[in-house]
């Protein structure tokens, strides 16, 4: 689902935010968390995101590259943004 192209990318992330955060921090209330498993959990999300957000050209350099840790949290943040502006 996530590398099919008929599917936008506003509603992988919002399938992402929905089935694959729930499945992960299920009973998380229970658990201890270390900093290394916060870690390994932002490292997972930021790697679902990446694939469903996909490389971006840079004209700079003329060259295909993946998006940097804030370019990958402003683009989620703007998409759950615009999403919670419409729905007002």
């Known amino acids: 689902m996530i ?7 506003k509603l992988k992330l919002r399938l992402k935010n929905w089935i694959i955060d729930k499945v992960l921090t299920y009973a998380s ?7 290394t498993d916060r870690k390994q959990l932002n490292v997972f999300e930021r790697k679902v995101c990446r694939r469903i957000l996909g490389p971006v050209y840079d004209n700079e350099t003329e060259n295909w590259r993946i998006l940097t840790s804030k370019e990958v949290y402003a683009s989620v943040n703007k ?3 615009n999403r919670d502006n419409k729905a007002k």
Request: charged share 30%.
């Open 29 to 35: 209330e229970t658990w201890t968390l270390t900093k």
């Open 79 to 81: 998409t759950y943004y």
């Open 3 to 9: 590398k099919n192209k008929n599917v936008s990318k």
